[in-house]
């Protein structure tokens, strides 16, 4: 059994920065992909950034330059730092993972709980 648990979230003005932590716990012996992805009211869930396991990282194009993902790979752990925060960022944000090599098989998609970021002043 594999499970997310995301931090992180909470209020922030404009310009201003968070960090989201999301560690996967249970009997883990590698993660390929670790990623954010967020869902605003009335929007549907889209991808912000993933980072695979040698490090390549992929982000919308809403985010880049703002935001940076990375992970570490001995504690399971995905962070997103958030930068230059803009109200339209407000959302859920949740955590994803692919191809966890675990001692009982590879599990695929799994999803974190969200974490809620508003950004207002």
């Known amino acids: 059994q594999v499970q997310l648990v995301e931090s992180g979230g909470g209020l922030v003005q404009p310009g201003g920065s968070l960090r989201l932590s999301c560690a996967a716990s249970?009997?883990?012996?590698?993660?390929?992909?670790m990623g954010w992805y967020r869902q605003a009211p009335g929007k549907q869930r889209e991808l912000v950034a993933t980072?695979?396991?040698?490090?390549?990282?992929n982000y919308a194009d809403s985010v880049k330059g703002r935001f940076a993902i990375s992970r570490d790979n001995v504690k399971n752990t995905v962070y997103l730092q958030m930068n230059s925060l803009k109200p339209e960022d407000t959302a859920v944000y949740f955590c994803n993972v692919d191809g966890v090599v675990t001692s009982t098989g590879t599990m695929r998609d799994l999803w974190g709980q969200g974490t809620q970021v508003t950004v207002s002043s």
């Open positions: 980072i695979i396991s040698g490090g390549r990282t």
């Open positions: 249970g009997n883990i012996f590698s993660i390929y992909v």
